[in-house]
């Protein structure tokens, strides 16, 4: 599903674009997609060990680390991601629009920083897309 060509203007997008209403929208279809089938896989994976049905959501870190690891689109909202959040005073730390636009606006208020940390992890003519350089630059400030 990630692979289908509706979802390709997600891959690696820039944060600029990504905050258009248009893209943050189909985003948000997406993981919504993803919520149902994991949900559906969790549930299956409960029932075959003869537990009862999950109750807890599909958890914010699993989902954006697959959108990470798929598509570039967004940082990870692990536990070491939230807590740099609130140090640098983006809110809100759970994964919404909401904290998709902090973070657009951190990523252009440290614009400089991010550009060095792209050049120096620059490889050949491959560019790592902005939100994996959020990504790394929030692992580094853990």
């Known amino acids: 599903m990630i692979c289908s060509p509706k979802y390709h203007q997600l891959s690696g997008i820039k944060i600029v674009e990504l905050m258009k209403p248009n893209n943050l929208a189909l985003l948000f279809e997406l993981v ?9 896989l969790r549930k299956t994976t409960y ?7 999950p109750i807890s959501p599909v ?3 699993l989902l954006t680390k697959i959108l990470l690891g798929t598509l570039g689109c967004v940082p ?13 005073g983006i809110e809100p730390q759970s ?17 400089k920083a991010f550009q060095e940390l792209a050049g120096s ?12 350089l959020v990504d790394i630059m929030l692992q580094w400030k853990a």
């Not at 919504?32 to 559906?40: Q, T």
């Not at 029932?47 to 049905?53: A, I, T, W």
């Not at 939230?82 to 640098?88: A, D, E, I, N």
């Open 121 to 132: 992890l620059a490889v050949g003519h491959i560019d790592l897309p902005e939100m994996k």
């Open 32 to 40: 919504e997609k993803l919520e149902v089938i994991y949900h559906e």
């Open 95 to 111: 994964f919404s629009k909401q904290c998709l636009l902090s973070i657009a606006e951190f990523y252009q208020k440290e614009s």
């Open 76 to 88: 990870a909202f692990d536990r070491q991601a939230t807590t740099v959040f609130k140090q640098v």
């Open 59 to 61: 958890s914010q870190s």
């Open 47 to 53: 029932q075959r060990s003869g537990k009862s049905e």
